[in-house]
């Protein structure tokens, strides 16, 4: 949605960079370049206009001018300014103190608001809530069996008495006021805690469409009104935005279709012009696709800074803690990383969602957009297929896959064998790079990072590893380090014959000792001890 603007902002910032003073003139060329770009991203004028005069202000303030660097400080300040017209803070809902929380939707028809109650409603189940869903649109067709269908996909209860209108030549019926009423009794009846009313939408802003909607507010009064918007409305949000401000007085918005590829004025324009704050945002058909709106994590995203907390919420909702659990104490074990774990950590990254979203909110990603738009979702799909198309042998030891063993799980995935080829040659890097880090080495090609074990000193511990003591100059002492070296080979050598003749002479198996054969550590549990 922002991808535009966000090139126009980071192509004006490197201008900056290298710039130990900026003056009078730089601040101007650098405003105007915001300037235009906000104008072309459908920002409303007023509102580029105030932006754009905070900017300057403050870029030829102390702030900046006394700044070690400059550069940094402008781009801070646009952040800042960026944060305040997004709304500031964070907001959330406000839960009533004696269930159940009313929230109305309200919004032109298109803009998603029956989707947007099942992402609501399911987003509420996953706090712990029990919503149910009222299906107060009776005259769009097919409106309440769409929520119906929605609210099933969700898991969420949905109050639906009246069918509405079933086509496009059927006259509407039915009272949606009264609905509205009866699905708030409905819930304090069944001990629901949130009530999402979808209510009716129209092409455009007239007087029914209004009148209704504060019928309906009037008859529930309810906690949140939320104004859903398309984010892809271009110049118009700020009018329709002012229209149900006047007629609904909504107290939270909702910007739908961020997934989109138009310019995303919207989003910066109606919290600044209503007032009201941006609370929810949602990016996708998915029901998953919905997310509490953060404006200084969206500014970032616009920056091109990233939103790594995002990311790690997302990672904390998803992530199975036994199954992080497991793969610390092999690490621990330094046991090897298998096919096994490579297919378990590949379905706990697709909890996480879209793989090219998670890659955008990293810093920076602007710069490899083009190459993240080209990735194909169904490569790990790919991966998963000739993973599953192994044994279970041969995700444990990968090396006894020959030749013809890769033509049959390349068959048996529906790939070519170049595919799997590269698979087990990436896995064979990966294994070696995860041994390395557990055996307390840190990550090949980055000096001084630490391994997972050994602390700040691991890498050089690890790298230490198998090195030949250094011989003392202190003769008695060398004489000392001579001897103790010898013992040290005798008894590797009596440890050698021990179980030399042990083999020879049908030792027991209770006196066999597995340490014996230095296998790696985890390895016993394949030898039936």
């Known amino acids: 949605m922002f991808n535009s603007l966000s090139d126009r902002l980071t192509a004006t910032f490197k201008n900056l960079r290298g710039k130990g003073r900026l003056s009078e003139a730089d601040v101007d060329a650098t405003v105007r370049e915001i300037r235009r770009a906000l104008l072309d991203a459908d920002v409303a004028v007023p509102v580029v206009r105030d932006f754009a005069a905070r900017i300057r202000e403050r870029a030829l303030g102390a702030e900046v001018s006394g700044a070690l660097n400059p550069s940094q400080q402008i781009v801070k300040i646009v952040n800042e300014e960026l944060v305040t017209i997004l709304g500031g803070e964070t907001r959330r809902l406000r839960l009533a103190k004696n269930p159940p929380t009313v929230i109305m939707l309200a919004g032109l ?47 969420v209860a949905v109050y639906s008495p009246h069918p509405g209108v079933q086509s496009e ?48 507010r009037a008859a529930v009064n309810p906690d949140e009104v939320l104004f859903v918007i398309d984010a892809m409305i271009g110049q118009d949000a700020v009018n329709t935005a002012k229209a149900f401000e006047e007629g609904v007085d909504f107290t939270g918005v909702v910007l739908s279709k961020l997934d989109g590829d138009a310019r ?12 009201r704050p941006v609370m929810f945002a949602s990016m996708g058909e998915g029901l998953d696709d919905f997310e509490l709106f953060h404006p200084d994590r969206m500014a970032s995203r616009i920056l091109d800074m990233g939103d790594v907390l995002t990311l790690i919420e997302q990672a904390e909702a998803s992530w199975d803690k036994d199954e992080a659990a497991r793969m610390a104490k092999k690490f621990a074990d330094q046991e090897d990383f298998t096919l096994e774990d490579f297919l378990a950590q590949m379905q706990q990254i697709r909890k996480m969602g879209s793989m090219k979203k998670m890659l955008m909110m990293m810093p920076g990603a602007q710069n490899f957009r083009q190459q993240l738009e080209q990735f194909d979702e169904r490569e790990i799909d790919r991966v998963e297929a000739i993973v599953r198309s192994m044994t279970p042998h041969e995700r444990v030891a990968p090396k006894i896959i020959n030749g013809s063993r890769r033509a049959r799980i390349a068959k048996g995935s529906g790939v070519h064998v170049s595919e799997v080829n590269g698979l087990l040659e990436r896995f064979g890097q990966a294994q070696k790079m995860m041994r390395k880090m557990a055996q307390g080495g840190g990550i090949p090609g980055m000096p001084g990072m630490p391994g997972l074990r050994g602390g700040l000193g691991g ?69 039936g001890k």
């Open 459 to 527: 890498s050089k511990k690890g790298l230490a590893k198998g090195k030949k003591k250094a011989k003392s100059g202190n003769p008695a002492k060398a004489a000392q380090q001579l001897r103790e070296a010898e013992a040290r080979r005798a008894a590797g050598a009596s440890k050698a014959v021990s179980a030399a003749q042990g083999s020879s002479f049908g030792a027991q198996a209770e006196d066999f000792d597995p340490a014996s054969l230095n296998l790696p550590k985890g390895f016993e549990k394949y030898l």
């Open 169 to 216: 030549f059927e006259a509407p019926t039915g009272d949606p006021v009264a609905v509205a009423r009866d699905g708030v009794a409905e819930a304090r009846s069944r001990l629901h805690d949130v009530v999402i009313v979808d209510t009716a939408g129209r092409l455009g802003v007239d007087a029914e469409l209004m009148q209704q909607a504060a019928d309906i």
């Open 264 to 275: 995303g004025g919207a989003a910066l324009s109606v919290a600044s012009v209503t007032g």
């Open 109 to 155: 028809q298109g803009s998603g608001k029956t989707t947007l109650a099942g992402k609501l409603g399911k987003w509420l189940k996953g706090q712990g809530h029990s919503p149910i869903l009222v299906a107060a649109d009776l005259q769009r067709p097919n409106a309440v069996t769409q929520l119906e269908v929605v609210g099933r996909r969700a898991g």
